[in-house]
């Protein structure tokens, strides 16, 4: 599996998406799974997503933000 860092952001989304059914659809996860669902949301953001949870159970809404998150 490539690092996080050097995913494409389809990649990336896609690798979000399936972490956060993992841990809270399912709930069958591990610390792993915990902690790359932290490492994966901080690098979305870097780029400059805006990531946002629907109270729907199993939606998980991430698109590109319009302004730079480099503050």
Request: aromatic content about 10%.
């Amino acid at each position: 599996m490539k690092k996080i860092s050097e995913m494409s952001d389809k990649e990336l989304i896609s690798y979000a998406i399936q972490l956060h059914d993992v841990i809270f659809v399912v709930e069958c996860y591990g610390l792993k799974d915990l902690y790359d669902y932290a490492v994966v949301m901080k690098e979305l953001i870097r780029r400059g997503y805006k990531i946002q949870e629907v109270q729907k159970p199993g939606k998980l809404v991430i698109k590109k933000s319009n302004f730079s998150s480099s503050l």
